[in-house]
């Protein structure tokens, strides 16, 4: 289980990878704290593994209505996480993808608040996802006000 979850975490970024234009990508005008573009693979890497092994330490507490809903959270932010690709790369809409990241925001926190219940360790496995889709979300408000 703890490879599927893993595989599962990964393949909802790899699905973003179809869509993603990078040369799109570097022309818009980016903030001079947008980091490298090759920055994005490593830390998505390292993410995804750590999301995958924070929801197989949920998935292995005891069954019940706690360990469902956060679950139920915790595939409510993939679905979400793979949709943003598609609605930044996929359609080009910076402001699309703000909603579909600000929303991403309030899922993953929802997720950590589910997951401290049944497993505090994978809470605090998401939080480093927290932080990069924090610092994601000023990235994406920062391109859709400079593409204004």
């Known amino acids: 289980m703890l490879v599927a979850l893993v595989l599962a975490c990964h393949a909802a970024g790899a699905l973003?990878?179809?869509?993603?234009?990078?040369?799109?990508?570097r022309e818009l005008t980016r903030p001079s704290?947008?980091?490298p573009g090759w920055v994005f693979g490593p830390v998505w890497l390292t993410l995804y593994t750590m999301m995958g092994v924070a929801a197989?330490?949920?998935?292995r507490t005891p069954s019940g209505p706690a360990r469902s809903r956060a679950l139920g959270w915790f595939a409510a932010q993939l679905a979400l996480n793979a949709a943003w690709t598609p609605v930044f790369f996929g359609l080009r809409s910076l402001g699309g993808g703000l909603v579909v990241i600000g929303l991403l925001v309030v899922a993953i926190a929802g997720t950590i608040r589910a997951?401290?219940?049944?497993?505090p360790r994978a809470a605090w496995l998401l939080a480093p996802y927290l932080?990069?889709?924090?610092?994601?979300?000023?990235?994406?408000?920062?391109?859709w006000w400079l593409a204004r």
């Open 16 to 25: 973003g990878a179809l869509v993603t234009d990078a040369a799109w990508y």
């Open 33 to 35: 704290w947008a980091p």
């Open 56 to 59: 197989w330490r949920v998935w």
């Open 115 to 119: 997951f401290r219940v049944v497993a």
């Open 131 to 143: 932080a990069w889709v924090l610092f994601a979300t000023a990235l994406n408000g920062a391109l």
